[in-house]
């Protein structure tokens, strides 16, 4: 009896100290797999994107105040322009044609701003704002991928000027600050990109992963 007692004493120690074993997700098809080292020292953000999208660059967005700042990162089709938000005006050069993923997040002051880190509050201020600027949601929801909890807005399509409007946003939190992953889509055509835009948008947040 003491010989039973005793492995599984052992067994006992072994799994508290194993760390749980990530989740396979495989890639979905046309896509693949990209590693963003974050600005400020925030790791590096592990994520898939369409194969299509084969050009990447990066600005700061500068706003009225140096904490109010953001690090924009982007990845695009090569045969778009390319446009860098910054200030209080700025235009797109083809508000017709967006096929792109922005990945946000403020420039990091010590300490964070107050209440900074809480995704349930994040996500009930990024509701409340959606709703408040006249948006429909398909679907609001907080899901815990990989290893960290993800806010998820799917947008009803919207049609402007003959051009339909996609866009996901999701936001996970770092070292108390938030991240913007903002996916979009526009375009005059009603394509397969258009049609499976929700679904395979959707596959691609399943691989949001922080690497510290």
Not at 29 to 34: A, D, G, I, N
Not at 101 to 110: A, E, K, M
Not at 116 to 123: E, N, S, T
Request: glycine letters at 4%.
């Amino acid at each position: 009896m003491k010989y039973i007692l005793l492995a599984l004493v052992m067994l006992s120690l072994y799994a508290c100290n194993t760390l749980p074993q990530r989740k396979v997700v495989a890639l979905p098809p046309h896509t693949r797999k990209v590693e963003l080292q974050l600005k400020d020292s925030l790791g590096t953000l592990e994520l898939a994107i369409p194969e299509r999208y084969d050009t990447a660059f990066e600005w700061i967005w500068y706003s009225d105040c140096k904490p109010c700042d953001h690090q924009e990162y982007r990845f695009q089709p090569k045969g778009l322009p390319i446009d860098q938000e910054s200030g209080w005006i700025w235009s797109h050069h083809r508000e017709d044609s967006v096929d792109r993923l922005t990945i946000s997040h403020g420039r990091v002051v010590d300490p964070p701003f107050d209440g900074a880190g809480d995704i349930v509050g994040y996500h009930r201020n990024h509701k409340e704002g959606i709703i408040a600027s006249g948006k429909t949601l398909l679907l609001d929801t907080i899901q815990r991928i990989q290893d960290r909890e993800i806010s998820i807005f799917v947008y009803k399509p919207w049609i402007y000027n003959a051009c339909t409007f996609n866009k996901i946003v999701a936001y996970t939190m770092v070292r108390h600050y938030e991240v913007e992953l903002n996916f979009e889509l526009t375009t005059k055509m009603t394509d397969t990109l258009h049609q499976h835009f929700i679904d395979r948008t959707m596959a691609l947040i399943q691989h949001i992963h922080m690497k510290k």
